[in-house]
T-cell receptor, first 114, second 112 residues
Framework: AQSVTQPDIHITVSEGASLELRCNYS??????LFWYVQSPGQGLQLLLKYFSGDTLVQGIKGFEAEFKRSQSSFNLRKPSVHWSDAAEYFC????????????FGKGTKLSVIP | NAGVTQTPKFQVLKTGQSMTLQCAQD?????MSWYRQDPGMGLRLIHYSVGAGITDQGEVPNGYNVSRSTTEDFPLRLLSAAPSQTSVYFC???????????FGPGTRLTVT
């Protein structure tokens, strides 16, 4: 079965600093990868997704992520964090075409210092 | 489009009570799912459906029941609520080939 690891439970950055949130997955073939964001008390919003092709994908709100097959990673990045980016971020994976189950990591909470 | 809607937003139950969490989508999506979210655990799949009349278990199905009589609706039933079912419940839907799930706003359930 596939699994997703987000090693950092909580990250604090200063506003304007760069951000990288780590995600590692466990699956043999090419997975379908996602990053979601959840603001306090809200539902989940899709930031970006990777199925195939260019390994650097752009998402909403200035986020991007890079798929690295050799490292089984799909890290989320943003060059300059805004206070409104404070939220919880989830990495998720389908185990390829035809899969029904989206497996989530445990999440990384981002705090932003003004 | 309203997207994915869930009712109620909040609910408090006593141990042993039963209730149904409602979920509806107006996007004509084939697939619908129920997740629970607990602190430090991420989201875990309870049950899912790939079409009307077809349901299957996810990672944590015990204590929950689902049915899907229409494309639009996918209710989640708690048969006999337990404190361990205190959680936030999310319903989601997607088209079969898109793999992009749309989530509802969630239902916060407390079982005392």
């Amino acid at each position: 079965a596939q699994s997703v690891t987000q090693p950092d439970i909580h990250i604090t950055v200063s506003e304007g600093a760069s951000l990288e949130l780590r995600c590692n997955y466990s699956y043999g073939a090419t997975p379908y990868l996602f990053w979601y964001v959840q603001s306090p008390g809200q539902g989940l919003q899709l930031l970006l997704k990777y199925f195939s092709g260019d390994t650097l994908v752009q998402g909403i709100k200035g986020f991007e992520a890079e798929f690295k097959r050799s490292q089984s990673s799909f890290n989320l990045r943003k060059p300059s964090v805004h206070w409104s980016d404070a939220a919880e971020y989830f990495c998720a994976v389908y185990s390829g075409a035809g899969s029904y189950q989206l497996t989530f990591g445990k999440g990384t909470k981002l705090s932003v210092i003004p | 489009n309203a997207g994915v809607t869930q009712t109620p937003k909040f609910q408090v139950l006593k141990t042993g009570q039963s209730m149904t969490l409602q979920c509806a989508q107006d996007m004509n999506h084939e697939y619908m799912s129920w997740y629970r979210q607990d602190p430090g655990m991420g989201l875990r799949l309870i049950h899912y459906s790939v079409g009307a009349g077809i349901t299957d278990q996810g990672e944590v199905p015990n204590g929950y029941n689902v049915s899907r009589s229409t494309t639009e609706d996918f209710p989640l039933r708690l048969l006999s609520a337990a404190p361990s079912q205190t959680s936030v419940y999310f319903c989601a839907s997607r088209r079969g080939l898109s793999y992009e799930q749309y989530f509802g706003p969630g239902t916060r359930l407390t079982v005392t």
